[in-house]
Structures are given as C-alpha cells and as structure tokens.
C-alpha cells in the first residue's frame, strides 16, 4: 500500500519522512497544500491541525517523530541502532534536532537585533552539545547511516541558507565535527530529492515576507 504524504513544501519535518522513504527505496506519494488556506478536508486527516501527515490506506498518522517511527519499522531493514540504550539515545538527539530547526526558524522572527542575537547564541551554544557529542566518525553514530542522521539533514540544509545571510552560524573552527557532518548529510543525493526544486528561493523568500531583523540583512 503506497504511503501519502500531506504537508507544504517548506516543512522540515515531512522532509525527514521523504528522506527515510528515498532512503529506503520506498515508492509514496506526496501532496502539498496551503497552510495558511488549507482545503476543507484536511480537518479531519490532521486532529491538530498541523502537517505532515501520512496517509496509508484509510489511516491515518500526524506527528512527524510517530510518521519517521513507523516508516523506519515497517520498510526495509531499521535505521536505528540494534541496542536498546543506543537506540533511546538516538532519540534523545533526534528530539533535540526537532529544538535546532526551532532555534533556526526562531532566527528569522526576530524582530530586532538584540532578539536575533540571543537566539542566534542559543542556535551556537546547541551547536557546542552537538560539537561535544561527535567523534570522528562519517555519520552520528560511526560509519553506518543512521535515522538521526536523516532527521538532522533538514536542520543543516536550512543553516547553510540562514549561513548565507547572516555567516557565522557555520564556524568550522568552533564546530569542526558538526560542519564534517553536515557537509557529508548535504552530500548525499537523497538530499535534493527530498525537498521541491525551489527550497532555498522559498526558504528566502519566508525569510523577507517576515520582515524581522534577517530580513534587514538580505540583498
């Protein structure tokens, strides 16, 4: 039964799910809606009003986290670690990625520079934990992709875009390990695939419609 996908093309978090389905060779279906003018049957498929969505048959899963948890169970082998602890911990981090593309999304509202520049240090400051957490190794957790990989991608593909406006956010000396990381998330070709062709001109194009502090910024 080929899975549908609902959400708007900026969503980060449909985009975790469209990765782990590339990832795993999964054939699904996706339609994008208008949020902000969302059709009138979309109440009763989304209880919180919220996208993404899944669709699997007639029914139906919200909540990005739940939708990547199931994808990850039912298709193809898991992209979580064997282990019990390993796998809650990979969790915990995955949660955390959720706080990051917040913190980045935070960014863009601020209506001033003070505001801009404290979240702007709360963004560094997860960053260090990030930094602190990594080895060496290609992927989170060694060489062997895994989903909270996946669920990072998004968060990093956006701070390459905010990195553009405002550099800094990206500092390969203070977040060497992080930067490896992204650069190697942003490499994969599942990369391009899992968002619409027009990412980063509809990223910056929200980044001017707010009309915060960033916006100032722009060229």
Known sequence: MKPELI?????????KA??????????????YIDLENPPEWFASVSPLGKVPVLKVGDSVLFESSVIVEYLNEVYGNSLHPNDPLQKAQNRSWMEFGNECLM???????QA?????????TALLNKLDLLEIQL????????DQLSLVDLSFAPFFQRLKYL????PGLIDENRHAKVSRWSD????LSIIESSTVSEIKQLYNGMMKKRGGYLST???
């Open 7 to 15: 959400s708007f093309k900026l969503c980060p978090f449909v985009q």
């Open 18 to 31: 469209v990765l782990t389905l590339l990832y795993k060779g999964i054939d699904f279906t996706i339609q």
């Open 103 to 109: 913190n980045a999304f935070n960014l863009i509202v």
């Open 112 to 120: 001033d520079e003070a505001g801009f520049n404290e979240q702007r």
């Open 135 to 142: 080895n060496s190794a290609t992927y989170f957790n060694g």
């Open 163 to 166: 990195n553009e406006v405002s």
């Open 184 to 187: 190697k998330l942003l490499s």
């Open 217 to 219: 910024l722009m060229a």
